[in-house]
């Protein structure tokens, strides 16, 4: 050692040092051992606590507590060895363990075994609940299977005959006046004349009991019959074809009608009309046609029945709807050759009334509701009010407004043709819309001037 360091030893006391390393000693083995009573007197107080909560439950959950604490202990003394922080976490992780142990025992219940039964199984819901739940389910499930039975099946309304004809219909009347601009150059001669085209309503009676005959008796105007029995709306062929006797009579269907009045010829229509001797009507069409001044028509009627439902004609082609062989088309057609011939000319398309049909086994069918081939009843009704409407064509409501589905037995005299009364029905309901131009709906209900 150099002498500056033997020098400095010699000022050191080494008497004094002891004696503080002694004293220093001394202080922390009294702290130390009023720590450790104090750590006594308060884990004393903790086993005194949970002494006063113990229950039969919490003594239980308490032994397998220490149970547990000892196998964590021997744990951490095998874990000795392990790095400070990695004790640190063990012991943290044991005490909040602890801390939550107590809580339960406290509160009554065990964390571990919360779902187990004093003899350990595994507990739930009680087992009437479950039988009160699935009882529940089947009754909901019953409630709904008959509530839908009930809605399946409906209810049957019964209709006091008596009453019937006093519900409310909505009578669906278009009427369209011509504009000035069509009449000009017309000399009016101061009378009504009404030439009437169609088949059965005005071919079946042609005498004053007849629809024309009717409605000239309630207005006073004139009018000419010009129907052909068993015609219809509809051509069978979109083009005149004389190979069928079906093809020879689309010359009285509408179409053809309007045809020859438009080029005024009415050859073709004699020569068929001439073999129709059973009955005279066919010419008398053909002669009335002949005979009649259009310059003085101011009103075509136009009134088929539902033949063209019976006989199953194609209502319309969306693609093609100018065709002949569509209801629709010869409509179109139909009314367009009368109003570029004689623009002065009213039109008035009188629509089929309600009726039944027979079908293959003689059983009668609700025309409303049954389809026999190319649509009910009603969509012909539909289709033929939306044509008129296109075509500037006034639209005489029949079906809702003369003979409907509640009073068709007063009026049909075999649920399909029109009878006398039913007659009078449809000529008070023409002159009431058509020639009095009254705005107010007319009554299905009752005679609005025949009853007068």
């Known amino acids: ?94 005490t909040d363990r602890r801390s939550a142990t107590n809580a339960a025992a406290r509160n009554g ?20 609940v479950h039988l009160v739940l699935l009882g529940a389910i089947a009754a909901i499930a019953l409630i709904a299977f008959v509530r839908y039975q009930r809605w399946a099946k409906g ?3 019964v209709i006091d005959e008596d009453s019937a004809g006093k519900f409310n219909v909505e009578v669906n009347d278009n009427m369209v006046l011509l504009p000035a601009s069509k009449l000009e150059g017309h000399e009016d001669d101061g009378k009504t004349t009404i030439l009437c085209l169609g088949n059965a309503p005005f071919s079946d009676d042609t005498s004053e009991k007849g629809l024309a005959g009717q409605i000239s008796q309630l207005s006073g105007a004139e009018t000419i019959n010009a129907s052909f029995p068993n015609s219809q709306v509809t051509c069978y062929n979109r083009s005149y074809d004389t190979s069928t006797n079906r093809g020879i009579h689309d010359i009285f269907n509408l179409f053809y009608v309007c045809y020859a009045i ?7 229509l004699e020569t068929v009309a001439s073999v129709h ?4 009507q066919y010419m008398t069409a053909v002669e009335n046609l002949k005979n009649t001044d259009f310059n003085k028509v101011d009103i075509i009627a136009v009134m088929y029945d539902a033949i063209d439902y019976e006989n199953r004609m194609a209502v319309t082609n969306p693609n093609l709807e100018d065709e002949l062989d569509t209801y629709t088309g010869s409509l179109k057609n139909a ?19 309600y009726m039944m049909h027979k079908d293959e086994n003689g059983d009668y069918k609700d025309g409303r509701t049954d389809d026999i081939g190319n649509g009910t009843l009603i969509q012909y009704w539909q289709f033929g009010y939306d044509t008129c409407g296109d075509s500037g064509v006034s639209f005489l409501d029949n079906y809702y407004g003369s003979i409907n589905d509640t009073n068709y037995k007063e009026y049909l005299s ?16 023409f002159v ?21």
């Open 155 to 157: 209810e049957q309304i």
């Open 1 to 94: 050692m150099s002498d500056h360091n033997t020098d400095d030893l010699e000022y050191l006391d080494l008497d004094s040092l002891l004696d503080d390393a002694s004293d220093t000693n001394e202080e922390e083995t009294a702290e130390g051992t009023a720590s450790g009573q104090e750590a006594e007197a308060d884990e004393e107080a903790l086993v005194s606590d949970k002494a006063a909560s113990r229950t039969p439950l919490s003594d239980g959950l308490i032994q397998e507590q220490e149970d547990s604490d000892e196998e964590e202990e021997y744990d951490e003394e095998a874990s000795d060895e392990m790095s400070p922080a990695s004790a640190g976490r063990r012991s943290a992780a044991a």
């Open 109 to 128: 219940r065990n964390p571990r075994t919360a779902r187990r039964g004093n003899d350990g199984s595994r507990t739930g819901l009680p087992g009437w």
């Open 335 to 353: 009314f367009q050759l009368i109003q570029d011939k004689y623009p002065h000319i009213r039109i008035v398309f009188m629509s089929p009334t």
């Open 262 to 268: 438009s080029i005024n010829d009415y050859t073709s």
């Open 277 to 280: 001797t059973e009955d005279p």
């Open 414 to 429: 075999d649920n399909i043709h029109i009878n006398d009364a039913g007659r009078t029905k449809i000529a008070d309901h």
């Open 432 to 452: 009431y819309k058509v020639l009095n131009n009254e705005y107010a709906e007319y009554d299905a209900g009752s005679l609005a001037i025949a009853g007068k």
